[in-house]
Nanobody, 126 residues
Framework: QLQLVESGGDLVQPGGSLRLSCAAS????????VAWFRQAPGKEREGVSC???????????NYADSVKGRFAISRDNAKNTVYLQMNSLKPEDTAVYYC????????????????WGQGTQVTVSS
């Protein structure tokens, strides 16, 4: 069964850090582009960060302007997992975070991702 499972969401104070994990089973994640999206209550799902498939030219990454300099995406091919390190968290980062896998590229086009996880809740509050 092809599956993505997110973990690492939690309640954290403003300024704190979390690391989200996106683990794949049933397929090899390094052949795929992977993105993190988030959806806050009453808002549309938005792209946060993405990483291209592993290749000779190295991973290509991209970030939403709202998280640049605070979030970092990475992959561990040996563990078939992609991570999202989130630092200097703000209350506006509160959302359900989803990972998605699709054809090789790094982008935020929701309809072009084939596999989705179930989401993990991140709450930033004092």
């Amino acid at each position: 069964q092809l599956q993505l499972v997110e973990s690492g969401g939690d309640l954290v104070q403003p300024g704190g850090s979390l690391r989200l994990s996106c683990a794949a089973s049933g397929f090899t994640l390094d052949y795929y582009g992977v993105a993190w999206f988030r959806q806050a209550p009453g808002k549309e799902r938005e792209g946060v960060s993405c990483i291209s498939s592993s290749g000779g030219s190295g991973d290509i990454t991209n970030y939403a302007d709202s998280v640049k300099g605070r979030f970092a995406i990475s992959r561990d091919n040996a563990k078939n997992t992609v991570y999202l390190q989130m630092n200097s968290l703000k209350p506006e980062d509160t959302a359900v975070y989803y990972c998605a896998a699709g054809f090789r590229l790094c982008h935020f086009k929701i309809d072009e991702y084939d596999y989705w996880g179930q989401g993990t809740q991140v709450t930033v509050s004092s």
